[in-house]
């Protein structure tokens, strides 16, 4: 399927209140939302509502701005070139999406919603960056974890990352790049939950409210 690239590059013109003069124009950008990916509904789906909670992150994340890095240890952060969202929240936000529109499971709810879930999922954020070094890439790393709501125990986890080429050398080619991560990381994410799900029916999932 042709995924059309929705890095939409929202420039905010940052003028100076006096008129003398305006300042760099900083640019914003986003991930990919995926539409309606299933043309089929599923008719048998699996019994389970599931509950999705946050994608936590460490202070780096949790800006705005366009983190980039070298094989070393050096970290550093674009002035002008921002995300819409911080990456946590769009990585949930495109994840919420596919799951729901996969029709796998009889619900989806946000954590903080008033439904009732089987399930909770949730994740942690390690890198969501540009990484230069002998090639330029993107670079995502995501843990998520799927906990029995009744018992609290941790029943599934799944480990992503990958680096993902970068076409060129400016900014939107690296946003490129990151979007096009994380559309694969949710694909084997959600792929590892089916796997999961269809060796491990649960005989007493709730009902959604």
Known sequence: MRHTFAV????????????????????????????????IAESHPY??????????SSDLYRGDRIVYSSEGHAIGTYEYQRWVDPPAQMIQDVLSR?????????????????????????GKLYDFKEVSGATLVGRVTIELELRDSKTG????THFYTHDEPVSGKEVPAVVEALDRNVLLGVSEIMASLDQY?????PTNATASQ
């Open 8 to 39: 939409s590059i929202l420039a905010l013109y940052l003028g100076v209140a006096s008129g003398c003069g305006a300042g760099r124009p900083s640019k914003y950008y986003q991930l990919t939302i995926p539409g309606n990916v299933s043309s």
């Open 47 to 56: 019994p389970v509502t599931l509950l999705l909670g946050p994608i936590t």
């Open 98 to 122: 596919k799951l729901r529109t996969s029709g796998r499971y009889r619900g989806v709810h946000s954590w903080s919603s008033n439904a009732r879930g089987d399930y909770r999922l949730r």
């Open 153 to 156: 125990a941790t029943v599934w």
């Open 197 to 201: 799900f269809s060796t491990h029916l």
